[in-house]
């Protein structure tokens, strides 16, 4: 199946999946996370289950986490400008944010079911 005959969920995913700046978000976060990841890497608990994926599942994936992360910060943005007493902002800072996980969520969901990044063998468990 060519690009423009698949539907338009995979060709959005594809593109998320190929883009330039997809790539730089999924190295910027493997420069700010390297040090963790190298020592869990090291740790003794690891068992070859922990590092990246390849490509484009690990830039559909550093998109999936930067909209985690986004809508984790709209949400509390919300829930201060609530208390703050602007419940309009609040409100529409809470949309935004739930906007943003649906997406971020939907992401995570495609990775994990149709690009098979959740399954754990026997032999990895």
Do not use: C, Y
Not at 64 to 71: K, N
Not at 94 to 108: E, K
């Amino acid at each position: 199946m060519s690009m423009s005959e698949a539907p338009l969920p995979q060709r959005a995913f594809r593109a998320v999946g190929m883009s330039a700046l997809s790539e730089r978000v999924a190295a910027a976060q493997e420069f700010v996370h390297g040090p963790v990841i190298a020592w869990a890497r090291r740790s003794p608990l690891h068992k070859a289950v922990l590092g990246h994926s390849v490509h484009p599942e690990r830039r559909i994936g550093a998109v999936h986490a930067l909209g985690t992360d986004i809508s984790v910060f709209l949400l509390l943005g919300s829930l201060v400008a609530r208390i703050r007493g602007s419940h309009r902002v609040g409100v529409r800072l809470g949309l935004a944010g739930n906007t943003v996980a649906a997406g971020a969520g939907l992401l995570g969901g495609h990775l994990a079911f149709n690009r098979g990044t959740g399954r754990r063998t026997a032999g990895a468990a």
